[in-house]
């Protein structure tokens, strides 16, 4: 485990922009095009498929976060697919358009969830 979290390190080092910040919102395997990320899944399915899945369940939490606290608290449920589906949903993506991002691929696979409303659970006052 130490070795992948080591290597997606390193990658999220080695694909840094190298024109303004400013200017990119995405980091890290996200901002790799998906033909790159399909030809290395090709190559290395477990290891790149776990990159993929790693960085795709913390962007797409991240956002669930951040949307469920400004909107109404809605979600998208990401336990309502299997990871192996996760899995066939961002490489089918990034074949079919292998120039967009990999961020894209999770922003497909993240829309194609189903939308819940949180309910907090009632507090018991005594």
């Known amino acids: 485990m130490k070795l992948i ?3 997606a390190l390193a990658l999220g080092i080695l694909v840094q922009p190298t024109i303004s ?3 990119w919102v995405i980091s890290g395997i996200g901002s790799i095009p998906c033909g ?6 090709r190559e290395k ?17 991240g956002v669930n976060a951040s949307e469920s ?5 809605l979600y998208r449920d990401l336990q309502t697919m299997t990871v192996e589906a996760q899995l066939h949903s961002l ?10 991002n990999f961020s894209k691929a ?3 696979l993240y829309r194609k969830l189903p939308l819940k409303k949180y309910t907090p ?3 018991t006052s005594q």
């Open 91 to 100: 490489t089918e993506y990034c074949v079919e358009y292998p120039t967009a």
């Open 69 to 73: 606290a400004s909107h109404d608290h």
């Open 121 to 123: 659970p009632e507090s």
């Open 45 to 61: 399915p477990e290891h790149i498929g776990n990159l993929m899945i790693y960085w795709a369940q913390g962007f797409m939490s």
């Open 106 to 108: 999770v922003i497909d």
């Open 5 to 7: 979290w080591s290597i």
């Open 21 to 23: 910040k400013a200017e």
């Open 36 to 41: 790159e990320i399909a030809e290395e899944y």
